[in-house]
T-cell receptor, first 110, second 115 residues
Framework: GQQVMQIPQYQHVQEGEDFTTYCNSS?????IQWYKQRPGGHPVFLIQLVKSGEVKKQKRLTFQFGEAKKNSSLHITATQTTDVGTYFCAGSPWAGKSTFGDGTTLTVKP | NAGVTQTPKFQVLKTGQSMTLQCAQDMNHNSMYWYRQDPGMGLRLIYYSASEGTTDKGEVPNGYNVSRLNKREFSLRLESAAPSQTSVYFC??????????????FGAGTRLSVL
């Protein structure tokens, strides 16, 4: 079945440093979604990417979808303490339901 | 507009006890999902319901049953709880399970401990 791998599993950064998490699928995806889960909270939808090579920005967050639609990345510029949490990608194949990656947990040292 | 509501928020069970986790959504969504999340781990799909009247097994269905009571409600039942079922349970819903309409909205979760 479809597998979605996320790396790294954990990332510790100093406030102000950049952060990137990567998502790789074993199969070509129709779309990919990113979610954020704050400590003790529930996953919250951030964004959906659909087109090959698509790049979307939300303030300091930049999301990319690979040309082959098998990988994606989330980049945060100049992290802040409010960015802490676990970031999940969820990939949707052309047939079948979406699969969540295991997430990347970000901690930010002030 | 409450979104996805889960009850209870916390529960402690003894091994062998049964219980039902309740989930309701008010967004008129067709698809609903149950996940479990163990400490420091990702989300594992237990069961899902693509539409009212249908349910399907996910990645980790053993030990659980579900009921899609109506379009709004999707319950998860543990018939004989085991310590391995200690986890946080999330319910989610999406407009549909088809492409581009499968953005999921999560409830606040139920934190379950089985002693």
């Amino acid at each position: 079945g479809q597998q979605v791998m996320q790396i790294p599993q954990y990332q510790h950064v100093q406030e102000g440093e950049d952060f990137t998490t990567y998502c790789n699928s074993s199969t070509t995806l129709s779309n990919i979604q990113w979610y954020k889960q704050r400590p003790g909270g529930h996953p919250v939808f951030l964004i959906q990417l659909v087109k090959s090579g698509e790049v979307k920005k939300q303030k300091r967050l930049t999301f990319q979808f690979g040309e082959a639609k098998k990988n994606s990345s989330l980049h945060i510029t100049a992290t802040q303490t409010t960015d802490v949490g676990t970031y999940f990608c969820a990939g949707s194949p052309w047939a079948g339901k979406s699969t969540f990656g295991d997430g990347t947990t970000l901690t930010v040292k002030p | 507009n409450a979104g996805v509501t889960q009850t209870p928020k916390f529960q402690v069970l003894k091994t062998g006890q049964s219980m039902t986790l309740q989930c309701a959504q008010d967004m008129n969504h067709n698809s609903m999902y149950w996940y479990r999340q163990d400490p420091g781990m990702g989300l594992r799909l237990i069961y899902y319901s693509a539409s009212e009247g249908t349910t399907d097994k996910g990645e980790v269905p053993n030990g659980y049953n579900v009921s899609r009571l109506n379009k709004r409600e999707f319950s998860l039942r543990l018939e004989s709880a085991a310590p391995s079922q200690t986890s946080v349970y999330f319910c989610a819903s999406s407009e549909d399970d088809r492409l581009a309409k499968n953005i999921q909205y999560f409830g606040a979760g139920t934190r379950l401990s089985v002693l």
